[in-house]
């Protein structure tokens, strides 16, 4: 009697009863995580490892379901950046705006006081401020400085 494509096991899962099917479900339900992806099937990871070599397609939803954390990981920079967070802001212009100019290079920094005028400032002490425009003035990155700023208010 013929399997059905949709009940075909693999061999590495045979012994688990583990279908093509139920492995794709798991997968998308945990995000393309193996480890809990084995888990949620009760079997070892290797199991699911050896799946991915006799069936390739696995490495291509694999891949479609971590995409999924990276939408939502862009979405929270998103919220974060609309709310002022300067960590965010930072991680933005270094990453998404290296194109317009925002990178780390000595001979490349950005106008930081153009950049800082648009972030909410108005948690920092004006000794804090202080400093930070000190190293702006100097041509140095503040991003550490900012960085240590937001932990500490942060922890207050």
Wanted: charged letters at 30%.
């Amino acid at each position: 009697m013929k399997k059905q494509t949709g009940d075909r096991k693999d061999t590495a899962g045979r012994d688990k009863g583990i279908s093509l099917n139920l492995v794709i479900n798991a997968i998308n339900r945990n995000n393309g995580n193996i480890t809990l992806t084995a888990k949620s099937l009760s079997c070892e990871k290797h199991v699911i490892y050896k799946m991915m070599e006799t069936h390739p397609e696995l490495r291509e939803i694999i891949s479609k379901a971590r995409e999924t954390i990276v939408d939502e990981a862009e979405e929270s920079l998103l919220r974060n950046i609309k709310e002022g967070n300067i960590p965010s802001i930072i991680f933005a212009l270094k990453t998404l705006g290296k194109s317009r100019g925002y990178n780390t290079t000595a001979s490349k920094l950005p106008n930081w006081a153009a950049v800082l005028k648009e972030a909410n400032l108005k948690k920092l002490t004006d000794e804090q401020l202080a400093l930070l425009e000190k190293a702006i003035k100097k041509g140095k990155d503040p991003t550490g400085i900012l960085i240590e700023l937001w932990a500490n208010a942060a922890s207050d």
